[in-house]
């Protein structure tokens, strides 16, 4: 089926005027289809000109131009043409569509704990033919008009405010103008819970399994809710537009959540079955405000083209964590973005796949979602945090406003935002512009300071890179404790191509440490004088400000990546000042990528070794006696994921049994256990059994296939293998990325060897199952652990292959970047 393509699309565009959608919903035809009657009013700018409507249906049934029948069987892949248009149009269609268990269209789940249905729509880039014929272009805005027909005792949620008129039939006000990709419906037995704030009415929404967790998060997501609503009605002119404000927490979903005008839509983990940390609590706070900020950016005001799609989410990126910041009690929020976020942003940025935040030539809708990445969200919530640091708060916004009050219900790109933010600021925006969103790759920048003596003579920031930048620059001392205390901090512009002196410190007392972005207001690198590296290293956890901490060990990190760190020596600092951390985000942020980035860059005698240091850590934290609820379970999971040896496998059995620290293990650190236990043999299929039906719910469910998966028997891996690489796609999304999840935690260097192979020969074929498919083999089956020559030799011979698809080449490229690099740092 032919993707749409950039040209098309303007064509389409130009020629078009669509007014507006009508989709009535049949939901009670069974398990596999639904039905969907469509009604499309569009205006044409010439009359006798043809074009072509997208639909990907299992059977179309009818179609009317103007009064005339269309034959179904003209229906071309996913394109039907239109000819003879009118100046006013009416297109109706009458389908059956598909159901979907990858989370794409119209996903539809059966819950394992009490046989319930549910039902709820995703239309990103591309899937909206999924749910109903339309023409599918961001820039093709228009009112929906939705109704659905559905089981009785169900309830129906959708983008416009909505009722039951009948037993089972809903109807819903029409939307204002918003795009294909901005549809959904949820539908099912749901719990809710409602709410008012400010005139706006406020909903929450999960499955009926999980309403004690609805009910017990409910105080705090509307609290987050009404933070966000208030801060953000403060920094725009426009008052949030959608009427009602639903958020439905939905499972087997792909992402994090979906910004839809009116229901947004999230992953029900943000429900938190299980104890969450504070990192998790200050993440979900971070990603609603995140989606409610697209009621802004992406959804009253719409990308035109989908290269562009940093308007939508690095937008929503930074105002997610600056409100939360501001506005919540998760003050602390930019600390997860410099430990965490950011990180994935300069992975991304640094492999041979990066591109520019803006503008990128994207030139089909295949491509889109390559770009859904570390560069459009974290690296253009750093430019943009880097552009309000250079042109101040009321300058943005008031550019902001202006972009929003001339682009309302519409769409845009960034020469046009460029434009309002020249002139409300005065300032050379589309120079910055040219600099910061139009390349790719990171900056470095590195201090170089000559002393004599306790004396600094002179001190330099040298920039390895093509932009400017403004950061802090801050100076610290060593207190009789030992402990490094700011003694200032100073704004530095520096302009790329030549050193930047630091006339403040010529002369003064040499510092215990100097730390270029302090504050962490610009997207680059840093690299330290040896004798700050020195303090870092003994004195890290003594550093009072956590975002401190936090840039300091993204710094570890990044030279441990690019090989100027051995992963030994970061092992030692994480040794020495981890166990003394108080925030759970950089706890576990450390040890996620000790466990999943650093140990593959070991040979398996030293990443057994690592492992049992990791499991030190982790214990020295636990038998902290003033650690929070956030620290204990940070660390109980990575004492799980790391337990070696015999003694340690009968810690978590007696875990299972009785708990761990005077607590029962939640669901999803019991199946962290089950699952390392599974993988070192010591349980079989038969105690996995059993542990699933006695929780039968998402998390059982998708944790016993993890650790069927990791069983390390040959007959094991081949019935997971045959799961995985099932043509009919038996498994759903999640199952898939829980079976991939568990596969290479076993097995004999033998069976493993095999397999690589295997690997690299059936990948291509992933291609054939949908982007969602192909994107979970590539990246949760990847065998990053083999960090080899010769794997890294059956990647790039799989890359060379001219026949993957766009999705599948983009994810295997950027894994093979990450095996090549473990590979050079194993040596």
Known sequence: ?????????????????????????DLTRGETVFGCTTVIRFGSAETGAGTFLDLRPQTLHRAVLNGTELDPAALDGNRLQLTGLLAENELLLETDQNYSSTGEGLHRYTDPADGEVYLYATCGPDLAPLVFPCFDQPDLKAPLTIAATAPAGWTVLGNGAGKQVAEGRWEFEPTLPISTYLFTVVAGPLHSVYAEHDGIPLGLHGRRALAADLDREAAELFEVTRASLDRLHELFDQRYPFGRYEQAFVPEFNWGAMENPGCVVFAEEMLFHSAPTEAERTSRAMVVAHEMAHMWFGDLVTLRWWDDIWLNESFAEYLGFRVAAEATRFTNSWSGFAVKRKGWGYDADQRASTHPIAANGLESVAEAMSNFDGISYAKGAAALRQLVAWLGDEAFFAGINEHFARHRFGNAELSEFLEVLAQSSGRDVHGW??????TSGVDTLRLAVEHDGDRIVSAELVPDGSRPHLVGLGVFDLDADGRPVLRESFEVEVEPGRPTALPQLSGAPRPALLLPNFGDLSWAKIRLDE?????????????????????????????????????AAYLDLVAAHLPGEPVDAIVEAVLTYSRLRLLPCLAPAERSAAEARLATVARELLARPEADQGLRLAALKSA???????GQLTELEHWLADGAHGAELSASLRWAALLRLAAQGVIGEERIAVELAADPGLTAAEGAARARAALPGAEDKARAWALLFDPAGGLSNAQ?????????QSGSEQLQSAYLERYFAEIPSAGKRGDITARLLASSLFPAGRS????????????????????????????LDDLARAARIRG
């Open 531 to 567: 004798h700050s590296w020195l303090t870092v290293s003994s004195s890290l956890s003594l550093i009072e400000d956590p975002l401190t901490r936090a840039v300091l060990w993204e710094h570890a990190r990044d030279l441990t990546r690019d090989g100027e760190l051995p992963p």
């Open 788 to 815: 080899t020559p010769e794997a890294v030799a059956l990647a790039e011979r799989t890359l060379a292959d001219g026949e993957l698809s766009p999705v599948l080449r983009r994810v295997l490229a950027d894994q």
């Open 1 to 25: 089926m032919p993707a749409l393509q950039r040209t098309e699309a303007r064509t389409r565009a130009q020629l078009l005027q669509v007014h507006g959608y009508a989709i009535d919903l």
């Open 736 to 744: 898939l990325n829980a079976t991939a999840q568990g596969f290479w």
């Open 433 to 438: 512009a040219e600099s910061w969103l139009r």
């Open 640 to 646: 799980i994921e790391n337990a070696t040896g015999p």
